[in-house]
T-cell receptor
Framework: DTGVSQNPRHKITKRGQNVTFRCDPI?????LYWYRQTLGQGPEFLTY????????KSRLLSDRFSAERPKGSFSTLEIQRTEQGDSAMYLC???????????????????FGPGTRLTVL | QKEVEQDPGPLSVPEGAIVSLNCTYS??????FMWYRQYSRKGPELLMY????GNKEDGRFTAQVDKSSKYISLFIRDSQPSDSATYLC???????????FGAGTRLFVKA
């Protein structure tokens, strides 16, 4: 399978514990994104990387959240001291720049993984 | 007010109907407009993207962007039960790659 993969698919933890999720992007993609999605809502942007550099972070990403992408390959998202409000689906996407044939401009085509569903008890 | 507004539905149509899905937005800096399909408990799947205003067609799907009205649409022709899913609009500016999603519209196509 050459798509985006995420592990684990499900994680149940107790409040106050730390959790770490992993994302393996499509191999030739240089950008990687993390999103959070709750029931009935669209994905909310958390952060993104270009290669190994973390270029933008949402204010949703409190100091309990940290993301890394060593060597510009896989990425990890860690949540420390989990709270019940952290329960959500955590989605990873990777992308490459695709040239729009009509306009000639570049667009960022994101491909999503299956997500990691976190439940904090 | 949210940057991107999308009616959550649900929208229920008979098989073969033409489906119209819409989003409005407030940020005039958005330049790239995307539509994703998401099945239950799966990640979103990119259907189409367009740059600036205009129409784009791909098989049974047509995407329209009207930047003057800050309004985008996705039309599905000859809808099938397999089209039953949540459809998400998404937008991005040119100053970075932060992508803003709508809340999604749940679509049911009845056989």
């Amino acid at each position: 399978d050459t798509g985006v993969s995420q592990n684990p698919r499900h994680k149940i933890t107790k409040r106050g514990q730390n959790v770490t999720f992993r994302c393996d992007p499509i191999s030739e993609h240089n950008r990687l994104y993390w999103y959070r999605q709750t029931l009935g809502q669209g994905p909310e942007f958390l952060t993104y990387f270009q290669n190994e550099a973390q270029l933008e972070k949402s204010r949703l990403l409190s100091d309990r959240f940290s993301a890394e992408r060593p060597k510009g390959s896989f990425s990890t998202l860690e949540i420390q001291r989990t709270e019940q409000g952290d329960s959500a689906m955590y989605l990873c996407a990777s992308s490459f720049q695709d040239r729009d044939r009509t306009s000639g401009s570049f667009a960022d085509t994101q491909y999503f993984g299956p997500g990691t569903r976190l439940t904090v008890l | 007010q949210k940057e991107v507004e999308q009616d959550p539905g649900p929208l229920s149509v008979p098989e073969g109907a033409i489906v119209s899905l819409n989003c409005t937005y407030s940020n005039s800096a958005f330049q790239y407009f995307m539509w994703y399909r998401q099945y239950s408990r799966k990640g979103p799947e990119l259907l189409m993207y367009t740059y600036s205003s205009g129409n784009k067609e791909d098989g049974r799907f047509t995407a329209q962007v009207d930047k003057s009205s800050k309004y985008i649409s996705l039309f599905i022709r000859d809808s099938q039960p397999s089209d039953s899913a949540t459809y998400l609009c998404a937008m991005m500016g040119t100053g970075g790659f932060k992508t803003i999603f709508g809340a999604g519209t749940r679509l049911f196509v009845k056989a």
